[in-house]
């Protein structure tokens, strides 16, 4: 009978690329898994069951993350989905063979030369621990998705078993009438799925959730995660009331605060894809309030020339003064874009507020032309006093501003009316894509594609907007353009009106206590890292640079010895292993007992 997996063998290669997963099996060793083996797993998976990740579109929600260049999530190569794939790559690891085995793989930004010898597709605790059963028999190396989009690709391990979850989606909303409800979530689910079953619920509710519909549930919170509502309602991992986990010995356990405290601390802040893989987990709910939410657009912009400069300049202290007192119902982001040489502005949210941010030929002068953009939710109506008169505070702490024709502008406030969360998800999902061309970062000190990651405190918030402003002279006198950073006004800081114990999580007490997440592009290099990092110690598990030599201190602090003794409880043998994650310094097995 033939074999309905896709089986292709890897190619003989002259050198093999040093993998992370250094004392992994590899292809060429008498531990590498036989075909029949292979067979007898991919039998044990369920094979006529069907599987399915195609985006129906209409007024659905992405059921995983969409690719750039693709309309659907895997390039489309998402349905009819074998419960097992072995892939096959040339010399220089590019994926060859049957185009639609190789696109099972696809996540966001993959490293070259880590790339998995299998891709599974589970349904279920049990699948997971016959997967885990058949890695450890044969010393495979584990990489753990759950949507694909991760942006350090932190989970890749070389010729690994991909275990990808995203089809695993069942939910159980538990609600109560009031905000202390609960919904159940397989790790599939992303947060457009969420909100989408959010909206019919009675009443309607929602979850603390990220900015972008498919990121995954499981990976954003167990790394901490913020959001629109973060200032209000906590980091992700302190929404968490309980996680089911398949452990390295196999045992399906359930972490909360009254079975396995240890690990349930451990796993909210301590990262995923380092101490189990995660079947289900449970989130706090929160009834929508009864008028809807609001969001509010205001842009500047303004030229390069030194009068639109100090625009720039009046707008960022401006907006930090203003963030003193701004309360926790405000959640936002403030992003700053740089357009040298009559370049094309490039404005996120300024379709989904049909505004128009085409600069006036004043405002092109000195060869650039530069775009500010705040970005708030409020917690409440959008025509709540409150509201209006914080976007008055705000716009007013800029000072005068020139005329629509003056070499800087600021634009009225846009004020949008949602009924629930999924009012902004929906006409969002063009911008949610993922970036699946494979980049090198294992020799490298930073790439101009991967962020540099600053949790920074209120006290310093005004030093923030001058290291900005002066990076974007900088940018201008280099005639660069692009991003000139992006600051996440979404930490819990000192405002969230309700906490848990400042130790009740394994978050690091420089990012728990911020107030502010600063992440740079290709503005944070090595010469200037030390000076960006005077705005702070710590750094955000979910979205930091891939090459941080102090990465245990600026993720988790003090934290980091009782980390690694849970590790080591759950994990002897460090049988998950990811990029800058707990233990994964260790390099021998042994050296975790």
């Known amino acids: 009978m033939s074999m309905p997996l896709r089986s292709f063998c890897l190619a003989a290669l002259a050198a093999v690329t040093e993998a992370d997963c250094s004392t992994t099996c590899r292809k060429d060793q008498p531990c590498w898994p036989t075909s029949q083996e292979v067979q007898a797993l991919h039998d044990a998976l369920n094979p006529n069951a069907t599987r399915s990740l195609h985006f129906d579109g209409g007024d659905l929600p992405k059921p995983g993350p969409v690719p750039a260049g693709s309309l659907q999530p ?75 989009h991760d942006f350090l690709t932190r989970h890749s391990c070389h010729q690994s078993i991909m275990i990808r979850m995203s089809l695993m989606k069942d939910m159980e909303w538990r609600l109560n009438g009031t905000d202390g409800g609960s919904v159940r979530l397989s ?153 040298p040489n009559s370049e094309t502005l490039s404005c996120k949210h300024c379709s989904f507020f049909d505004v128009n941010v085409s600069p006036h030929d004043n405002q092109k002068k000195c060869n650039g032309t530069w775009l500010q953009e705040l970005l708030y939710v409020y917690e409440g109506a959008s025509d709540d006093e409150e509201l209006h008169s914080e976007l008055k505070r705000l716009t007013d702490s800029f000072g005068p501003t020139p005329g629509i024709l003056g070499n800087w502008h600021v634009t009225a406030p846009v004020v949008l009316h949602l009924s629930h969360w999924w009012d902004y998800i929906k006409p969002t999902r063009p911008l949610d894509q993922i970036d699946n061309s494979a980049f090198a970062a294992r020799n490298t000190t930073l790439d101009t594609r991967v962020v540099g990651s600053i949790a920074v405190g209120l006290e310093k918030r005004d030093l923030m907007a001058s ?115 707990v233990g994964s310094d260790v390099t021998e097995p042994s050296m975790l007992v």
Request: charged share 15%.
């Open 74 to 148: 895997l390039f489309g190569s998402n349905e009819n989905l074998e419960p097992l794939y072995e892939l096959s790559y040339d010399a220089s690891w590019e994926c060859i063979g049957d185009e639609f085995a190789c696109h099972q793989a696809t996540r966001d930004r993959p490293l070259k030369g880590q790339q998995p010898a299998f891709v599974a597709w589970p349904l279920n605790a049990g699948h997971v621990q016959e997967l885990l059963r058949f890695a450890k028999a044969h010393n495979l190396g584990i990489s753990v998705l759950g949507s694909g």
């Open 187 to 339: 790790p599939g689910n992303n947060f457009g799925e969420i909100m989408y079953s959010g909206k019919d619920q009675q009443p309607p509710s929602y979850t603390m959730a990220g900015w972008i519909g498919t990121v995954g549930v499981v990976g954003w919170s167990l790394g901490g995660g913020h959001g629109p509502f973060g200032r209000s309602r906590g980091f992700g991992a302190e929404n968490l009331l309980e996680l089911e986990v398949v452990t390295a010995d196999g045992e399906l356990v359930t972490a909360s605060d009254v079975s396995h405290p240890d690990l349930f601390w451990a796993m909210r802040g301590g990262g995923g894809s380092t101490w189990g893989v995660v079947t289900g987990l449970t989130l706090k709910a929160y009834a929508s309030p009864p008028n809807g939410i609001a969001m509010a657009l205001i842009t500047a912009r303004g030229s390069a020339c030194e009068e639109g400069l100090q625009g720039l300049e009046a707008v960022a202290h401006g907006w930090a003064n203003w963030t003193a007192a701004a309360g926790s119902e405000f959640s936002g982001i403030f992003d700053w874009n740089m357009a």
């Open 467 to 581: 290291k900005l402003v002066s990076n974007a002279r900088e940018l201008f006198s280099q005639h660069h353009g692009g991003s000139a950073g992006t600051v996440y006004h979404d930490i819990p800081g000192q405002f969230c009106p309700e906490r848990p114990a400042p130790n009740a999580t394994a978050l690091g007490r420089a990012f728990r206590d911020a107030e502010f997440h600063l992440i740079m592009g290709e503005a944070m290099r090595v010469e200037n890292q030390q000076w960006w990092y005077e705005l702070g110690d710590g750094a955000y598990f979910g979205e930091s640079a891939y090459v941080m030599g102090d990465w245990k201190q600026r993720y988790w602090g003090d934290h980091y010895d009782n980390l690694l003794a849970v590790k080591r409880q759950y994990d002897p043998t460090n049988l998950f292993w990811c990029h800058n994650c």
